[in-house]
């Protein structure tokens, strides 16, 4: 293999070696309990309240209080909604919506089962969520609201902050799992008004491993791990410090980044998605042009399969996806392609390209090199598409 062109950052990304940097330290000699009463462990506990700071900030908390570290994003999402669910114990009603990740996805269907009631707000052809559905669906009985800032398979962001103006108004909490917007487009808790918000380390070149679980003081939950005193109570068990030090750090730099993603990254990604999408017609954008994060695109290929055009491409050292990294795997056609109406064939055709502040240019360019010869070979054998009338084949029923 010639090189790696990395392209598959919404499933994970690179450690940052500024953040490998800081945490070493905390793997080598710097390995004290931060609960312990001694100096040693005593002055890792003061690095942690460092980090949880530096959190606090990049999503603008007015207090570090409000941070709770996790170990990863499907901890902090089920924390949220499990905690909400344990304090408003009458209540039995759930609302997010059909194009969540699994981590929000798979409690609510488990929530199902034990009775909850569980409104699934559709969205549209673009992904757009229908926010007058998700309106309408809260009543007295209603605990807890949980809706994805950007989704990890199209980018399409939803209206969190109108969401939010709304069920402020209302008094219901509102959890945001911001986990693919975080570090691509600024986050602010106190202009979405949420009362919750999940991130996750890994997927902003911090390790995997480490989340973090915004929790709004005043909040009404419960915990859902008991154990020691660590976190306040509200997530006890020993810090994953290392971790810990590295979402902090990751933060930093995240905020120092963040300016290069509406610039540089959305410039990339937009080069390579006009590249093949004037390139192939057979190809479409799936999710909306312009509210979307700006290191994603999601592009359906007619006739052809996506899992194969992915082959070739890791064949020529290209790693992308054909959804998110915990659907694939599996035969089924996205959830979320799914539910936007992408008809089965083309979702079974998708690709997604997802970039970070280290994709470079001649990356991009070679990917658009490569796909003419994927994409032509797989239609060469596809029983669907005639190449020498470079149409598709009439249907014989
Ligand atoms: N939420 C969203 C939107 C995600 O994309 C992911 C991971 O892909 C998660 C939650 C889960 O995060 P983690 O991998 O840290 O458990």
Request: proline share 5%; charged share 25%; with cysteine.
């Amino acid at each position: 293999m010639e090189r790696t062109v990395y392209l598959d950052n919404n499933a994970t990304t690179m450690i940052a070696p500024e953040v490998l940097d800081a945490m070493m330290p905390f793997l080598r000699e710097r390995y004290g309990n931060p609960s312990s009463m001694h100096g040693f462990g005593g002055s890792v506990a003061r690095d942690i309240e460092r980090a949880r700071a530096n959190v606090a900030r990049f999503i603008g908390a007015d207090n570090d209080y409000e941070i709770v570290f996790t170990a990863t994003g499907t901890e902090s999402d089920n924390m949220a909604i499990q905690g909400a669910l344990a304090y408003y114990k009458d209540k039995r009603h759930v609302i997010t919506t059909r194009v969540e990740h699994p981590a929000v996805l798979s409690l609510c269907k488990k929530l199902e089962k034990d009775g909850y009631r569980i409104t699934y707000v559709p969205v549209d052809r673009g992904g757009n969520l229908d926010i007058d559905i998700l309106k309408e669906s809260v009543d007295d009985d209603t605990a807890v609201v949980s809706v994805m800032y950007a989704n990890n398979e199209t980018g399409v962001i939803f209206p969190v902050e109108e969401i939010g103006l709304y069920l402020k108004e209302r008094g219901v909490p509102f959890h945001v799992d911001s986990v693919q917007a975080a570090g691509k487009i600024p986050i602010n808790v106190n202009k979405i008004q949420c009362d919750m918000l999940t991130i996750s380390g890994h997927k902003f070149h911090a390790p995997k491993g480490i989340g973090a679980l915004y929790v709004r003081r005043g909040t009404r939950m419960r915990p859902v791990l008991y154990g020691g005193h660590q976190e306040k109570g509200r997530r006890p068990g020993t810090e994953n410090v290392p971790g810990i030090i590295g979402i902090g750090k990751a933060a930093e730099l995240a905020m120092a980044h963040l300016q290069e993603y509406p610039t540089t990254v959305k410039k990339m990604r937009d080069r390579l998605e006009q590249g093949i999408l004037k390139n192939f017609k057979n190809s479409h954008l799936n999710g909306d042009h312009d509210r979307r994060v700006p290191n994603t695109t999601n592009v359906g290929f007619e006739y052809i399969e996506g899992e194969a055009i992915l082959l070739y491409l890791d064949e020529k050292g290209i790693a992308a996806s054909s959804g998110s990294a915990c659907s694939s795997g599996s035969l089924e056609p996205s959830h979320v392609l799914r539910a936007m109406g992408v008809p089965f064939t083309s979702a079974h055709g998708s690709i997604r390209f997802s970039l970070s502040r280290y994709t470079k240019p001649d990356e991009i360019d070679h990917v658009l090199a490569v796909m003419p010869g994927v994409v032509n070979r797989l239609l060469d054998i596809s029983p669907y598409w005639d190449s020498v009338k470079q149409e598709p084949k009439p249907i014989n029923v």
